[in-house]
Every structure is written in structure tokens, then in C-alpha cells.
């Protein structure tokens, strides 16, 4: 009797494991999209790192669309270096980042890797203490650095300048945890 009620909840136990993973790829296949473009404020609501709201912050979303046909949308760039980095053996077909040169809300998206951007400027930041702030005209960057200060710089200096803050960030907390297991230890001894 106990063996058929140990048969029982593992098959339980390996169909909910096969139905999850049914659940994911399915909505994996969702995301497929061949128009990530179009309406993708309201395909890709939420960050898929940090799951702020994109409508919120449309001057700093980016959407990342992979070889694979994959989609996702993100609130800044720093949550696109934390993708980028999750999913570097993907592939990308493109990558893009709002126009702040443009007024129109939501702002338009352009290729990230043709976009300007303006960096540790006074404008506001998204995830980050270090604004990247992304244009599609070099012009109109150079006359935001003109009233917000800041340094011009491309997508991959925007990448890595988040990827820097991370690892920055990291190092500091792994320090603080250091520091708090050694407190324990004295408490502990003491």
C-alpha cells in the first residue's frame, strides 16, 4: 500500500514537473513576435528584469529581440546589460532604445547600436545612479550635454558603464557580507 502512494506522488510529482515546463515553453513561443515593434508597450507592459512598468518609464526602455524571434522588453539599460549578459549565447537581431531628442510620449524606439548617448548627465537616471539617457541624433545629444552636462557615448559605453556599476555593486554587498559573517563570528566567540 505505501509503495502504490510513493508510485503515485512521484508520477504526480514528474507530470506537474512536465506540465510547468509545457507552461513555460508556451509562453516562450509567445514571445516570438515579427513585429516586436508594433503596440510593444502593450505586448511588453513589464521589465523583464526589475518588472517596473515600461509605459512609466518609456524614455528609458529598451526592447531586445534575439536570433531566435524572442522578444523582451526592459525599463532602462541597465536591465539590458543583466539581459545581455543572461542571454549572450542567444544572439541578437536588434536592439532598441528610445529617441530623446524627440518630445512625443511614449518616445520612439531606434536601433540602440546607431543612438547617442548621454552620459552622467543631470537627467534623470532609470535603475541607476549614472543616466544613460539614449538619442537617435548625435546633434540633439550635444545640445542636451550643452544644458544637462554629461559625456557623449555609444551603446556599448552605456553597456559598460552598467555592467561597471553591477560589478561595483556586487563587490560592495559581497564586502558587507563579509564584514556581517565576521561580526557573528566575534558575537559568537565573545
Given at each position: 500500500m505505501k509503495r502504490r502512494t510513493l508510485l503515485g506522488g512521484a508520477l504526480l510529482l514528474a507530470m506537474a514537473g512536465y506540465g510547468a515546463a509545457q507552461e513555460?515553453?508556451?509562453?516562450?513561443?509567445?514571445?516570438?513576435?515579427?513585429a516586436p515593434l508594433e503596440n510593444e508597450?502593450?505586448?511588453?507592459?513589464r521589465c523583464v528584469i526589475c518588472n517596473?512598468?515600461?509605459?512609466?518609464?518609456h524614455y528609458a526602455r529598451h526592447l531586445l529581440v534575439y536570433g531566435d524571434g524572442f522578444v523582451q522588453g526592459t525599463c532602462s539599460v541597465h536591465c539590458v546589460a543583466e539581459c545581455?549578459?543572461?542571454?549572450?549565447?542567444?544572439?541578437?537581431?536588434?536592439?532598441?532604445?528610445?529617441?530623446?531628442?524627440?518630445?512625443?510620449n511614449p518616445r520612439p524606439l531606434v536601433e540602440a547600436a546607431s543612438a547617442t548617448y548621454?552620459?552622467?548627465?543631470?537627467?534623470?537616471?532609470?535603475?541607476?545612479?549614472?543616466?544613460?539617457?539614449?538619442f537617435a541624433s548625435r546633434d540633439a545629444a550635444l545640445q542636451a550635454k550643452l544644458t544637462y552636462g554629461g559625456e557623449i557615448g555609444s551603446f556599448a559605453t552605456a553597456?559598460?558603464?552598467?555592467?561597471?556599476e553591477t560589478a561595483n555593486s556586487l563587490l560592495k554587498r559581497y564586502g558587507n557580507d563579509l564584514e556581517r559573517q565576521r561580526r557573528k563570528k566575534a558575537e559568537a566567540a565573545g
Amino acid at each position: 500500500m505505501k509503495r502504490r502512494t510513493l508510485l503515485g506522488g512521484a508520477l504526480l510529482l514528474a507530470m506537474a514537473g512536465y506540465g510547468a515546463a509545457q507552461e513555460k515553453k508556451d509562453a516562450d513561443e509567445v514571445r516570438v513576435d515579427a513585429a516586436p515593434l508594433e503596440n510593444e508597450l502593450e505586448k511588453y507592459p513589464r521589465c523583464v528584469i526589475c518588472n517596473m512598468d515600461r509605459r512609466r518609464f518609456h524614455y528609458a526602455r529598451h526592447l531586445l529581440v534575439y536570433g531566435d524571434g524572442f522578444v523582451q522588453g526592459t525599463c532602462s539599460v541597465h536591465c539590458v546589460a543583466e539581459c545581455m549578459l543572461r542571454e549572450r549565447r542567444r544572439g541578437f537581431t536588434a536592439i532598441y532604445a528610445p529617441d530623446n531628442g524627440v518630445t512625443a510620449n511614449p518616445r520612439p524606439l531606434v536601433e540602440a547600436a546607431s543612438a547617442t548617448y548621454l552620459i552622467g548627465s543631470d537627467l534623470r537616471g532609470v535603475m541607476t545612479p549614472v543616466s544613460k539617457v539614449p538619442f537617435a541624433s548625435r546633434d540633439a545629444a550635444l545640445q542636451a550635454k550643452l544644458t544637462y552636462g554629461g559625456e557623449i557615448g555609444s551603446f556599448a559605453t552605456a553597456i559598460s558603464a552598467s555592467l561597471e556599476e553591477t560589478a561595483n555593486s556586487l563587490l560592495k554587498r559581497y564586502g558587507n557580507d563579509l564584514e556581517r559573517q565576521r561580526r557573528k563570528k566575534a558575537e559568537a566567540a565573545g
